[in-house]
Every structure is written in C-alpha cells, then in structure tokens.
Nanobody, 122 residues
C-alpha cells in the first residue's frame, strides 16, 4: 500500500510561483501514475495533472496547461508540481494520489495525502 504526503504550499501573489512535492511512503510507485488534484473553497475536488512514473507521459487540465509542470524526482518516490503564473482562482488545497492508469477520474486514485494549502492573493 502506498501513502502520499504533499508539501510546499503557501501564500503567493498573483503571477508568482510555487513548487509542490509529493512523496510516497510504503511501496514505491515506479509503475504507477501520480496525479494532482485540488479543491477550491465551496467546490468539488478537480483534476489538475498526472504523470506516468515509468514513461514520464503527462496529462494536464486545460485550466493549468502552459502554467503548471509535473515532473518526476531523481529518486523513486517523489513527484513535483511546478506552478507558475499563479492566479487567484488557483487557490485551493492541493492533493496528490497514486493511480494505475493515466486518468483524470478521482475515483481511480488512492493513497490520498492530507493536502497542502495554496493561496494566491490578487
């Protein structure tokens, strides 16, 4: 069983950048997909991006394409989310989770962390 922990959130002004980290404990997720999701206040959790740990193939939501970049760490157990040109509407709790296939469907993921808060001020 894999369990994921997010870190790196914080408060940033619009136009700024943050880098989030997702670290796995338990089984490594070398062969899994790692996805990032976010939940804004009063909204449902939504897909942000995902990466295949083995191939590096990525998938992005239209709302973050061109601004966010997901990448694999040098080690086996870390995935990063580089967020540039942040907007107030990016304010949310960001979660990472493990999946078996490349999908944007929340129910296809497991091992959810507690999330990390990202707040973008205008």
């Amino acid at each position: 069983q894999v369990q994921l922990v997010e870190s790196g959130g914080g408060l940033v002004q619009a136009g700024g950048s943050l880098r989030l980290s997702c670290t796995a404990s338990g089984r490594t997720f070398t062969t899994y997909t790692v996805g990032w999701f976010r939940r804004a206040p009063g909204k449902e959790r939504e897909f942000v991006t995902a990466i295949r740990r083995d191939s590096g193939i990525t998938l992005y939501a239209d709302s973050v394409k061109g601004r966010f970049t997901i990448s694999r760490g040098n080690g086996q157990n870390t995935v990063f989310l580089q967020m540039n040109s942040l907007k107030p509407e990016d304010t949310a709790v960001y979660y990472c989770a493990a999946g078996r296939t490349m999908t944007a469907t929340e129910s296809d993921y497991w091992g959810w962390g507690q999330g990390t808060q990202v707040t973008v001020s205008s």
